[in-house]
């Protein structure tokens, strides 16, 4: 009943976040202790919440129950079909209080407010560089990774780069990112969840191996 009526008498000690039932508060308060119960199987990862690793599963299964009625692909969670639909709608309800720019997705709108605020959560662990987003932050610490890489494996992959001979062939449609959603580091993502949109490009082969369709 307290579903219908909204109320929510049961509150968070921590953070005073209120629920509806009191199951829920116990669930939440596990994100406070860091307490993980629920450990897949499968790989030893763990979650403070079942339905967290009832979805982590499907990572391994590939299980995929959330299809779009639009366009057919299919989606492990129904928040993810949310956010594809509205790709085919054109709905973009994540609206800037500043600017009025509109987005599709929540994560994008959190990400642009921070061009106001300037603020730069995602720091650089290494030269302390910060970002705005997590994705910017990947590409800043691939640069680190590339530069440890001794310069003699450098010199070998660039001879083997300049022995091969591309030869454009066709013009195929490949998936780019259209949205993209901020992922813990270390965490498994597949990229088949990241919403996509396409870009015309030339097909092309190197040597025995041909770089085309995704």
Request: with cysteine; charged share 20%.
């Amino acid at each position: 009943m307290l579903t219908h009526t909204g109320e929510r008498p049961f509150s968070c000690s921590v953070c005073s976040k209120s629920f509806n039932a009191q199951a829920n508060l116990l669930r939440h308060k596990l994100t406070h202790t860091g307490e993980k119960p629920h450990k897949c199987q499968l790989c030893g990862k763990a979650f403070s919440q079942s339905s967290t690793l009832q979805q982590h599963r499907r990572i391994h299964t590939g299980e995929r129950p959330y299809p779009c009625q639009v366009c057919g692909k299919a989606f492990r969670q129904s928040t993810h079909l949310k956010d594809h639909i509205r790709l085919h709608t054109g709905e973009k309800p994540f609206k800037c209080d500043v600017c009025g720019k509109a987005f599709t997705i929540a994560v994008r709108l959190a990400e642009h407010k921070r061009i106001h605020t300037g603020e730069r959560p995602h720091a650089c662990p290494e030269c302390g560089r910060a970002y705005r987003s997590f994705s910017n932050l990947w590409k800043h610490r691939k640069l680190h990774r590339e530069q440890a890489v001794p310069l003699q494996d450098q010199e070998a992959h660039a001879t083997d780069l300049s022995n091969t001979v591309a030869i454009v062939e066709t013009v195929e449609t490949i998936p780019i990112i259209e949205t993209v959603e901020i992922f813990p580091e270390g965490s498994a993502i597949n990229v088949q969840d990241i919403q996509f949109e396409t870009l015309q490009v030339e097909n092309i082969h190197l040597g025995n191996i041909q770089i085309g369709t995704l």
